[in-house]
T-cell receptor, first 113, second 112 residues
Framework: QKEVEQDPGPLSVPEGAIVSLNCTYSNSAFQYFMWYRQYSRKGPELLMY??SSGNKEDGRFTAQVDKSSKYISLFIRDSQPSDSATYLC?????????????WGLGTSLAVNP | DVKVTQSSRYLVKRTGEKVFLECVQDMDHENMFWYRQDPGLGLRLIYF???????EKGDIPEGYSVSREKKERFSLILESASTNQTSMYLC???????????FGPGTRLLVL
């Protein structure tokens, strides 16, 4: 079993829809959770960062962490065609300088006008 | 704004050639990383470096080596390229005690 599971999709939604992207994980030591967005033929860029449990909101984006269920989510409200990208979750257990991020495979999202 | 640049966007090499991929960051970050990204396999860490001349193996170091002679530059070397090293190579950097990794645009390498 992989440490981080993420459905690769593809997910196709109409413009304006609410999008829900999810990752599950098996390591209960993970405390730092990130969502990266990767446009085609570009490197990933950080979208949201959350420490431990709870919600974080930034504009149309909301990140949720449920440590009891080992489940994280990214919600996109009022989705736009410019949101079409691959979304990768990433997480780590500690804040030491040699820590590694554990990555999901990424979910491909297409928002159709 | 952090900038991570990679020496080439596209590269075509022959089997057995020695390949150098260069990465430069301009934010004085201590930590630098090399990943490869393949469909269905996601991002896999090849090597990382937490200081000049320091390196640690990632998950898939076989067939690769790295060099970090200056803080801003991290090179990935394919000693003898093979077709199974055809991939997208991504470099990233991260500041001390920061969580965010900043990625370069990637190098798409084709080994024939």
């Amino acid at each position: 079993q992989k440490e981080v599971e993420q459905d690769p999709g593809p997910l196709s939604v109409p413009e304006g829809a609410i999008v829900s992207l999810n990752c599950t994980y098996s390591n209960s030591a993970f405390q730092y959770f990130m969502w990266y967005r990767q446009y085609s033929r570009k490197g990933p860029e950080l979208l949201m960062y959350t420490y431990s449990s709870g919600n974080k909101e930034d504009g149309r984006f909301t990140a949720q962490v449920d440590k009891s269920s080992k489940y994280i989510s990214l919600f996109i409200r009022d989705s736009q065609p410019s949101d079409s990208a691959t979304y990768l979750c990433a997480m780590s257990a500690d804040a030491g300088n040699n820590r590694k991020l554990i990555w999901g495979l990424g979910t491909s999202l297409a928002v159709n006008p | 704004d952090v900038k991570v640049t990679q020496s080439s966007r596209y590269l075509v090499k022959r089997t057995g050639e020695k390949v150098f991929l260069e990465c430069v960051q301009d934010m004085d970050h201590e930590n630098m990383f090399w990943y490869r990204q393949d469909p269905g396999l996601g991002l896999r860490l090849i090597y990382f470096s937490y200081d000049v001349k320091m390196k640690e193996k990632g998950d898939i170091p076989e067939g690769y080596s790295v060099s970090r002679e200056k803080k801003e530059r991290f090179s990935l070397i394919l000693e003898s390229a093979s077709t199974n090293q055809t991939s997208m190579y991504l470099c990233a950097s991260r500041g001390q005690n920061q969580e965010t990794q900043y990625f370069g645009p990637g190098t798409r390498l084709l080994v024939l």
